[in-house]
């Protein structure tokens, strides 16, 4: 396999995940997974959160297809590979970036990580399951849509 199919394969496997990541986040975490997911939208001391739970179950596609890809099939190899970047490049923007939970010297004012920072705090406006705006983790749209939708949702409620 050449260098390039390599480097294709572990960055769609990101871009993959980002959307994945998207789907899980919005319609499982805001949905029947609430009871986990919701410790990380509400304010408390602790330095652990059942949402961090996520971060063990993400993982064990990036582990399993890693192990196959070592024995039987090399694109499952690199496709892990690709998942465990996506979730290492998650926990530097979410964890250390936007939340803070382990102090950084990254800088915070790139423009494009002021997006993802100001969409995320967007996204934590709401403390409730529903009504919520920007559930991806690396890709944020322009912060005045999120802001319209934001306000949209507040003066719809869900019934």
Do not use: C
Request: charged share 15%.
């Amino acid at each position: 396999m050449s260098f390039f199919s390599i480097i294709i394969i572990v960055v769609a496997s990101i871009i993959g995940m980002e959307a994945l990541a998207y789907f899980m986040h919005k319609y499982i975490m805001h949905g029947f997974m609430w009871s986990w997911h919701k410790t990380h939208h509400i304010p408390h001391k602790n330095k652990l959160e059942k949402n961090d739970l996520f971060g063990v179950f993400f993982a064990l596609p990036s582990i399993i297809f890693i192990f196959i890809g070592i024995r039987y099939l090399p694109i499952l190899y690199y496709i892990g590979v690709g998942i465990g970047v996506y979730g290492l490049l998650y926990f530097v923007f979410h964890d250390m970036v936007v939340h803070q939970r382990i102090k950084t010297p990254l800088p915070r004012n790139i423009s494009y990580l002021k997006r993802i920072i100001q969409a995320h705090r967007l996204h934590h406006a709401v403390e409730e399951k529903d009504g919520a705006v920007s559930f991806g983790f690396l890709y944020a749209p322009p912060i005045k849509e999120l802001k319209q939708a934001l306000h949209y949702n507040q003066s719809h409620p869900k019934s």
